[in-house]
């Protein structure tokens, strides 16, 4: 991608200008707020989710449950210095992102499971046993 398309034969200025905007703004964002994947799987006994968060720890995430509503959210700051031959570079860069999910009725929330491993946050959500009838033996007095 050429970040500056110059003319020196052209004398359209505002051509020229207006290019090199075009140009800034389809470049890739400079920081970073992504909206990971998500994965959400249903058996007969527990839904399944996997949230893909490369780059991030287990220390980097947060998970919360407030009634039915489970917002997954993190917010990382990283800075380096490097100084070699003279020269001093100093970078920062930020990830962000939250996502919120309602939890369908019939899930065990004090059984909600969380493991981070491989980049990917596992979620699992037991769903509450169904009543089954019972049947109640009869006997005889």
């Given amino acids: 991608m050429n970040l500056i398309r110059y003319n020196p034969n052209s ?8 290019r090199w905007f075009d140009d800034f703004f389809a470049m890739p964002t400079l920081g970073r707020t992504a909206v990971p994947a998500v994965d959400v799987r249903e058996t007969d006994a527990e839904y399944l989710m996997e949230v893909e968060l490369p780059g991030l720890t287990e220390k980097d995430v947060e998970v919360k449950l407030d009634n039915t509503l489970l917002t997954i959210s993190s917010n ?66």
């Fill in 76 to 141: 990382k700051d990283e800075k380096r210095e490097e100084k070699k031959n003279g020269y001093v570079l100093r970078e920062r860069k930020s990830a962000q992102f939250s996502r919120s999910f309602v939890l369908p009725e019939g899930v065990d929330r004090e059984k909600i499971a969380a493991e981070f491993k491989n980049g990917v946050l596992q979620l699992t959500f037991p769903k509450v046993p169904a009543a089954k009838p019972k049947t109640i033996e009869v006997k005889a007095s």
């Fill in 11 to 18: 004398l359209d200025l505002l051509d020229n200008a207006s």
